[in-house]
C-alpha cells in the first residue's frame, strides 16, 4: 500500500522554524515529484513548493519565497521542508503529495493525512 506520512508540524513562536518530513512507505520515491500544501481553517487548500524527481528543480508560492526550503533525500524516501521566518498566517495544516511525473505539475496521486503547524505568541 503506497503511504506518505508527514511529520514535524507543531506549536511555534512568531519568526520560529520548523522542518516538516514527508515519508513514503510501500514505495520509493525517486521517480515521483513531490508537492507541499497547506490548507487553513476556512481557506481553499493552497499550493507552496515543489521538487522534481531528482531535486534539481523546485518552485516556491510568493507567500512562502525567500522563508520556505523544498529539498529530498531519495535515498531516505523523504522530502523536507524547511520552514523559516513563520509567521501567524502560516498556521494550517501541511500536506505532501506525489505526483506521477518526474517534474512537478498540477497533478498528485497520493497524498499523506498532514500534520497541523501553528505560529502563534
Known amino acids: 500500500q503506497l503511504q506518505l506520512v508527514e511529520s514535524g508540524g507543531d506549536l511555534v513562536q512568531p519568526g520560529g522554524s520548523l522542518r516538516l518530513s514527508c515519508t513514503a512507505s510501500g514505495f520509493s520515491l525517486y521517480y515521483y515529484a513531490i508537492g507541499w500544501f497547506r490548507q487553513a481553517p476556512g481557506k481553499e487548500r493552497e499550493g507552496i513548493s515543489c521538487?522534481?524527481?531528482?531535486?534539481?528543480?523546485?518552485n516556491y508560492a510568493d507567500s512562502v519565497k525567500g522563508r520556505f526550503t523544498i529539498s529530498r533525500d531519495n535515498a531516505k524516501s523523504t522530502v523536507y521542508l524547511e520552514m523559516n521566518s513563520l509567521k501567524p498566517e502560516d498556521t494550517a495544516v501541511y500536506y505532501c503529495?506525489?505526483?506521477?511525473?518526474?517534474?512537478?505539475?498540477?497533478?498528485?496521486?497520493?497524498w499523506g493525512q498532514g500534520t497541523q503547524v501553528t505560529v502563534s505568541s
Open positions: 521538487i522534481s524527481s531528482s531535486g534539481s528543480s523546485t
Open positions: 503529495a506525489a505526483g506521477p511525473y518526474l517534474y512537478c505539475s498540477d497533478r498528485y496521486d497520493y
